[in-house]
């Protein structure tokens, strides 16, 4: 079937389109929608879900959020564990992904075993852990007395939970990281590393000449990745503690304080306004490791 030439031209320009509209329609559906909603639950005052009503527009929300402890406590909480966690897995990943990039015996067992967290279920892993930190049997503090470190109460104490946390977080962060990094490394053209053995290179200095600074894209997009996934602590949080925000509710994430005013305080406007404070967060963090990126693009650093 023969067409005109305006036909075949709009034909031309409209096809692509129709083949991303079911697409499109997804992402306006179950995540443009979403975010609008919520942005504009925010500012409703006394608004409720089922009637679908509300007394008015206005910050009244926001100023409840940014006064209560709760949510300051839950701030602190989310960004000391995305400190901790994204920079000290990374670093781990860094290294590990170098090590399983390697033509060594036996690297499948190694890497099948770095990788077990992404196929297994986080409740299940993170009730493992429950177990492993326990005070008077835990395997962890069973480890610690070898070196005549007394029994810690992980996920007992107030004083540890946090950190009991952090050190569950670098665990099941890591095999996404590794992996990533591991396809990063094996795009390195291998003349790269072939010029420097015959200029006598060390491996160490290889590493750090070579290696890192051709890995870096991508060790900037996992940085990127896990500061998202690590501002939206909440799987690890809840097995670990028996669905509490820590031993005395003292360890709220803003997550876990989007979950408390839905389901507790069935305060949807309060719950709305978080969760734009965190949106915010996230993108304020990405744009900075975006920036810091293109500043060492610049000077030459990539």
């Known amino acids: 079937?023969?067409?005109?030439?305006?036909?075949?031209?709009?034909?031309?320009?409209?096809?692509?389109?129709?083949?991303?509209?079911p697409f499109l329609i997804g992402i306006i559906i179950f995540i443009l929608y979403p975010v609008i909603n919520v942005f504009l639950i925010s500012f409703k005052e006394e608004y409720s879900y089922l009637k679908n009503t509300y007394n008015g527009w206005s910050l009244d929300n926001y100023k409840?959020?940014?006064?209560?402890?709760?949510?300051?406590?839950?701030?602190?909480?989310?960004?000391?564990?995305?400190?901790?966690?994204?920079?000290?897995?990374?670093?781990?990943?860094?290294?590990f992904a170098n090590l399983l990039n390697q033509k060594i015996k036996g690297?499948?067992?190694?890497?099948?075993?770095?990788?077990?967290?992404m196929v297994t279920c986080i409740t299940a892993v993170g009730l493992v852990w429950r177990f492993m930190y326990n005070k008077k049997y835990g395997v962890i503090n069973w480890f610690l007395s070898l070196f005549g470190i007394e029994n810690i109460g992980w996920v007992t104490d107030s004083k540890w939970s946090l950190l009991a946390l952090i050190i569950f977080g670098i665990w099941n962060i890591l095999?996404?990281?590794?992996?990533?990094?591991?396809?990063?490394?094996?795009?390195?053209?291998?003349?790269?590393?072939?010029?420097?053995?015959?200029?006598?290179?060390?491996?160490?200095?290889?590493?750090?000449?070579?290696?890192?600074?051709?890995?870096?894209?991508?060790?900037?997009?996992?940085?990127?990745?896990?500061?998202?996934?690590?501002?939206?602590?909440?799987?690890?949080?809840?097995?670990?503690?028996?669905?509490k925000p820590g031993p005395y509710y003292n360890l709220y994430t803003v997550v876990y304080y989007i979950r408390y005013a839905m389901m507790e305080r069935r305060d949807y406007g309060l719950a709305?306004?978080?969760?734009?404070?965190?949106?915010?967060?996230?993108?304020?963090?990405?744009?900075?490791?975006?920036?810091?990126?293109?500043?060492?693009?610049?000077?030459?650093?990539?």
């Open 1 to 21: 079937m023969k067409y005109s030439p305006l036909r075949r031209k709009i034909l031309n320009i409209t096809e692509p389109y129709l083949y991303l509209l």
């Open 64 to 95: 409840q959020v940014f006064a209560d402890p709760k949510f300051r406590s839950a701030m602190i909480n989310t960004l000391l564990y995305v400190l901790f966690v994204v920079p000290i897995s990374t670093a781990i990943a860094i290294i």
């Open 107 to 117: 690297a499948a067992i190694f890497q099948t075993a770095f990788f077990m967290p």
């Open 175 to 243: 095999p996404f990281t590794i992996i990533l990094l591991i396809s990063g490394l094996q795009n390195i053209n291998e003349i790269y590393y072939t010029a420097a053995k015959v200029d006598g290179a060390k491996n160490t200095k290889i590493f750090f000449k070579i290696t890192l600074p051709l890995l870096s894209p991508t060790i900037f997009l996992v940085s990127i990745i896990n500061t998202i996934s690590a501002f939206k602590v909440f799987s690890e949080l809840y097995p670990l503690f028996n669905g």
């Open 272 to 302: 709305a306004a978080a969760a734009v404070i965190l949106f915010i967060c996230v993108m304020i963090f990405t744009i900075f490791q975006l920036m810091v990126r293109k500043q060492m693009k610049i000077r030459g650093l990539k």
